[in-house]
């Protein structure tokens, strides 16, 4: 059974897209995003799940994503930056670790993400006071990504081919 390679987690701002391109271009591998495997499934923008169908069933089908993702691509994989919070993904992330996975958490700061993400609507759960409402995501968050990662790269002003250097410099 195939498993990824690495799998890059971290809040919305931090990289995980442009990171896990770099990646898996410095790694002669494929890259796989699970917010894009959402929309390809729904046929919607996240930002439209949201709003049709709420967060639960974007929830439900973030981590049906994931869970597909993990069993069937060898590669890069990024995940959404809530899908930590459910359990089973958790219990995933933890069993490929045990077997010898490596989850990287690409860490930020606020001052780091913000001209990043714009702090726009496009990201459902930035909407209203944004700065307010990552910061909150962040103290939930957190604690979940430093559990589960076995690396952890602050990503706040480096290119993300600097990043990707350093994880293949750590032997990812």
Same mark, same amino acid.
Not at 19 to 32: E, N, P, Q
Not at 92 to 106: E, K, M, Q, W
């Given at each position: 059974?195939?498993? @990824?390679?690495?799998?890059?987690?971290?809040? @919305?701002?931090?990289?995980?897209?442009? =990171?896990?391109?770099?990646?898996?271009?410095?790694?002669?591998?494929?890259?796989?995003?699970?917010?894009?495997?959402?929309? *390809?499934?729904?046929?919607?923008?996240?930002?439209?799940?949201?709003?049709?169908?709420?967060?639960? /069933?974007?929830?439900?089908?973030?981590?049906?994503? &994931?869970?597909?993702?993990?069993?069937?691509?060898?590669?890069?994989?990024?995940?959404?930056?809530?899908?930590?919070?459910? $359990?089973?993904?958790?219990?995933?992330?933890?069993?490929? =670790?045990?077997?010898?996975?490596?989850?990287?958490?690409?860490?930020?700061?606020?001052?780091?993400? /913000? @001209?990043?993400?714009?702090?726009?609507?496009?990201?459902?759960?930035?909407?209203?006071? @944004?700065?307010?409402?990552?910061?909150?995501?962040?103290?939930? *968050?957190?604690?979940?990504?430093?559990?589960?990662?076995?690396? &952890?790269?602050?990503?706040?002003?480096?290119?993300?081919? *600097?990043?990707?250097?350093?994880?293949? $410099?750590?032997?990812?």
């Amino acid at each position: 059974m195939p498993a @990824p390679r690495a799998v890059l987690i971290g809040p @919305p701002g931090s990289g995980k897209t442009s =990171v896990g391109k770099a990646l898996a271009k410095a790694l002669g591998t494929s890259r796989r995003d699970t917010d894009a495997d959402v929309e *390809r499934a729904a046929g919607k923008a996240i930002s439209e799940i949201f709003i049709d169908d709420g967060e639960a /069933a974007f929830r439900e089908l973030e981590a049906a994503a &994931v869970e597909q993702a993990m069993a069937e691509h060898d590669g890069v994989l990024s995940l959404g930056g809530g899908a930590i919070l459910k $359990e089973r993904t958790q219990e995933l992330l933890r069993d490929y =670790v045990a077997n010898g996975g490596r989850v990287i958490y690409l860490e930020v700061s606020i001052n780091a993400v /913000a @001209p990043r993400v714009g702090l726009n609507n496009a990201r459902p759960l930035l909407v209203g006071n @944004p700065r307010k409402q990552w910061a909150d995501l962040m103290e939930v *968050r957190r604690p979940i990504y430093e559990a589960l990662a076995t690396d &952890v790269v602050n990503t706040d002003h480096i290119r993300a081919d *600097r990043v990707a250097r350093e994880l293949v $410099e750590k032997g990812i």
